[in-house]
T-cell receptor, first 114, second 114 residues
Framework: SQKIEQNSEALNIQEGKTATLTCNYTNYSPAYLQWYRQDPGRGPVFLLLIRENEKEKRKERLKVTFDTTLKQSLFHITASQPADSATYLCALDGGSSSASKIIFGSGTRLSIRP | DGGITQSPKYLFRKEGQNVTLSCEQNLNHDAMYWYRQDPGQGLRLIYYSQIVNDFQKGDIAEGYSVSREKKESFPLTVTSAQKNPTAFYLC?????????????FGEGSRLTVL
C-alpha cells in the first residue's frame, strides 16, 4: 500500500540555522509533492509544490528537492526564525491510478529556539 | 472574501448519535476533501470528490458518509458506526484534480464524543 513517512516527529534547532525536513514514500509514483505548514488548532497552509520532473523549487527562504529515484523530498528553511516554529506536512497525489487522491505524511514538528 | 468555511468549530455528541459537519467553499473549486487528524498525527483521508454527485472513499471511510449535491458544499456525516469519532476534522478544496492540486483548508471542526 502507499506509504508516506516524515523523518522525525520533532526537530529542534537554533535560530539562524538551516532546518532540513525529510519526506519519504513507497509503493507508488506521484506526479507531484506538496509541503504545508500547520499551526496548532488551525488548518494546514500550502507552501510549495514540486512536480516529478523538477529537481528543486525555491520560494524566499524555502527550498524543496524531489528525488524520484530515492523516492524522497527534502524541505529546507534557511536562516530559520522562531516564527517558523510549526508542524510541516508533506503531501502527495495518488499517482496514475488515483491522481486526485491527496495523502499526507504524519508531519514534523519544528521548533526554532532563539 | 473567498474561502472555505467549516461549521461548527466545536461539537459535542453522545455515543450512538450521528452528527453532520458542514463545509462550504466559494472559491469555485472542483474538488473537495475531508481529512481526520488525531493528536500529534498527520491527516488521514476520509472521502474526496472531484465533481458534483460523485465522490470516492479515502483510506478511512468506514463509519462516515458524504454527499456532493452542489459544487460549493461537501457535508460529512459521522455515523454511530464510527468507533472512535473524537478527532479534529478538516475540509479542503482545490481547483483541479490530477494536475496541480494545491489544497485550501478550512479552520477545522473539533468533535468530541462524550
Amino acid at each position: 500500500s502507499q506509504k508516506i513517512e516524515q523523518n522525525s516527529e520533532a526537530l529542534n534547532i537554533q535560530e539562524g540555522k538551516t532546518a532540513t525536513l525529510t519526506c519519504n514514500y513507497t509503493n507508488y509514483s506521484p506526479a507531484y509533492l506538496q509541503w504545508y505548514r500547520q499551526d496548532p488548532g488551525r488548518g494546514p497552509v500550502f507552501l510549495l509544490l514540486i512536480r516529478e520532473n523538477e529537481k528543486e523549487k525555491r520560494k524566499e527562504r524555502l527550498k524543496v528537492t524531489f528525488d524520484t529515484t530515492l523516492k524522497q523530498s527534502l524541505f529546507h528553511i534557511t536562516a530559520s526564525q522562531p516564527a517558523d516554529s510549526a508542524t510541516y506536512l508533506c503531501a502527495l497525489d495518488g499517482g496514475s491510478s488515483s491522481a486526485s487522491k491527496i495523502i499526507f505524511g504524519s508531519g514534523t514538528r519544528l521548533s526554532i529556539r532563539p | 472574501d473567498g474561502g472555505i468555511t467549516q461549521s461548527p468549530k466545536y461539537l459535542f455528541r453522545k455515543e450512538g448519535q450521528n452528527v453532520t459537519l458542514s463545509c462550504e467553499q466559494n472559491l469555485n473549486h472542483d474538488a473537495m476533501y475531508w481529512y481526520r487528524q488525531d493528536p500529534g498525527q498527520g491527516l488521514r483521508l476520509i472521502y474526496y470528490s472531484q465533481i458534483v454527485n460523485d465522490f470516492q472513499k479515502g483510506d478511512i471511510a468506514e463509519g462516515y458518509s458524504v454527499s456532493r449535491e452542489k459544487k460549493e458544499s461537501f457535508p460529512l456525516t459521522v455515523t454511530s458506526a464510527q468507533k472512535n469519532p473524537t478527532a479534529f476534522y478538516l475540509c479542503a478544496s482545490s481547483f483541479r484534480t490530477g494536475v496541480t492540486g494545491e489544497l485550501f483548508f478550512g479552520e477545522g471542526s473539533r468533535l468530541t464524543v462524550l
